[in-house]
């Protein structure tokens, strides 16, 4: 199968199975042409990012190519979300060792039910041979002026987090079990399958003042929204959002394992305080309150006594340890 027919076989469909349900969305020409064309709305922004994901290095060797193309579109798109845009179009840089039929259609299907779930239609893309690397460059839009930013956080905003932290983390050790037990097969869902939380942070276009999506660990991204807007907080260890199964795994040292733990893609954001009755009543309890932001930079963190943790943020590729 040449790179072609592996387009025109697994790709092409895709990107048209999903565009009629998106048709207005601003994607006027997609996969065949020499560019896709996008149309932005004139007042509109256009917000857009890539993402790369190495095998080996983003997600393990031999790793199930249906769970691999839900979990590069999410990751991609978590970052729309974290901006408040609205999801539009996306292409997808695929490099391939082999064009094994069995593992691109595994792929294309997991890439297609992401697709539609996400609203966000493929318009192109490329295709090369050696090691499985995956690029994803998504597209969305926001009213002009209305995407959410780091930088925005000022002092005595809440911190506040969605969903639950730390169960992609912990599912890490199960990844290779045949059998996982309950718990541990719940964990394994969030890991293999991340939800973008794409209404919610459109809903916080009125009510954020800064937001970042959570790949890398709470510590190390909140970090990042600290430093943007040149401030610090002070956050409540015993206040973050755990699912029982990871309470159940890591006992006392749950909420310090998902302080540190990335892949949860939950949102991590400040709210004024002013704003936060509205916003709690509105956003009906997805946000968990955990801190409040300070003029004094640096995260402190108040952990009760027997809680286990350590000060060392998230993941980095070039940091020495
Ligand atoms: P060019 O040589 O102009 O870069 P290509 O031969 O790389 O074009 O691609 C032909 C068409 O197929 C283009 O419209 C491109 O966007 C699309 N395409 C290539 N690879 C992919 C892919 N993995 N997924 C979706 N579309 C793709
Ligand atoms: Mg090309």
């Known amino acids: 199968m040449g790179e072609f027919e592996l387009i025109r076989r697994y790709f092409a469909p895709m990107a048209k199975a999903t565009k009629p349900a998106l048709d207005g969305s601003g994607l006027l020409l997609g996969v065949g042409d020499d560019c896709a064309i996008q149309r932005v709305p004139a007042n ?23 769970f691999l193309g839900w979990r590069a579109l999410a990751v991609a798109v978590s970052d729309l979300a974290a901006m408040g845009a609205q999801p539009v179009c996306f292409t997808l840089a695929l490099t ?19 697709g539609q779930q996400f609203g966000i239609v493929l318009a192109g893309g490329d295709t090369t041979r050696g090691p499985l690397t995956l690029s994803l460059q998504v597209h969305g839009t926001v009213p ?25 983390g912990a599912a890490l050790e199960f990844l290779y079990d045949t ?28 009510m954020a003042s800064a937001a970042i999506d ?13 430093r ?21 795994i890591k006992g006392g040292a749950a909420a310090g394992f998902a302080l540190q733990s990335g892949d949860d893609y939950e949102l991590c954001v400040t709210v004024p305080e002013q704003r936060w009755a509205a916003a709690s009543r509105e956003l009906q309890q997805q946000l ?27 993941f980095d590729h070039f940091s020495i340890t």
């Not at 002009?144 to 992609?168: H, K, M, T």
């Not at 959570?214 to 600290?226: E, K, R």
Request: with cysteine; net charge negative.
């Open 44 to 66: 509109q922004d256009l917000v857009f990012s890539v993402d790369t994901l190495v095998e080996g290095v983003h997600f393990p060797l031999g790793y199930c190519p249906r």
């Open 228 to 248: 943007a807007s040149g401030v610090g907080a002070t956050i409540d260890l015993a206040a973050l959002p755990l699912s029982p199964a990871l309470r159940r």
């Open 144 to 168: 002009q002026g209305q995407a959410l930013r780091r930088d925005g956080a000022r002092e005595g905003d809440l911190v506040c987090v969605s969903g639950q932290l730390g169960d992609a």
């Open 214 to 226: 959570i790949s890398d660990g709470l510590h190390a991204d909140l970090l990042h929204i600290l």
């Open 96 to 114: 391939l060792p082999a064009a094994d039929e069995a593992w691109l259609e595994g792929f294309a299907a997991g890439l297609a039910e992401a």
């Open 179 to 206: 059998a996982p037990a309950t718990d541990a097969a719940s964990l394994l869902q969030r890991y293999h399958c991340p939800q973008p939380r794409l209404e919610l942070g459109i809903a916080l276009r009125s």
């Open 288 to 314: 968990t309150v955990i801190g409040q932001v300070q003029q004094e930079p640096g995260l402190r963190l108040n952990a009760d006594a027997g809680m286990v943790y350590s000060q060392r943020p998230g």
